[in-house]
């Protein structure tokens, strides 16, 4: 199984980027793929998740209404659309797949199964 995340960068205060991760090496379509993100001086951290089962998204309290996680099926790609972007969400912000699908499941990194190898994400003018 590998998950190869890319898109990261440097971005300004209020900019966007578009994360993407392509999962090889399962059945795509039956996991719930998540983005965690590891920030300096805290541990990794939820972010968003895709249900598999409901297809319902959930989001961290902190990039709500500015994050939007979704998924191609077709393509095997989950991808991390954020805008709005702040200093604070400078990071390494990593994919995962997971086989569960509930909300208070897919919050938790012990849930995921395969992880990518993270892609920096840098928020500064």
């Known amino acids: 199984v590998q998950l190869q995340a890319c898109g990261g960068g440097l971005v300004q205060p209020g900019g966007s980027l578009r994360l993407s991760c392509e999962v090889s090496?399962?059945?795509?379509?039956?996991?719930?793929p998540g983005w965690f993100r590891h920030t300096p001086g805290k541990e990794r951290e939820f972010v968003a998740a895709k249900s598999y089962r409901s297809g319902s998204a959930f989001y961290a309290d902190s990039v709500k209404g500015r994050f939007t996680v979704s998924r191609d099926n077709a393509r095997n790609t989950v991808y991390l659309q954020m805008s709005s972007l702040k200093p604070e969400d400078t990071g390494v912000y990593y994919c995962a797949v997971s086989g569960y699908y509930s909300y208070s499941d897919l919050t938790s990194k012990v849930k995921y199964d395969h992880w990518g190898q993270g892609t920096q994400v840098t928020v500064s003018s």
């Open positions: 090496g399962l059945t795509f379509r039956i996991y719930s």
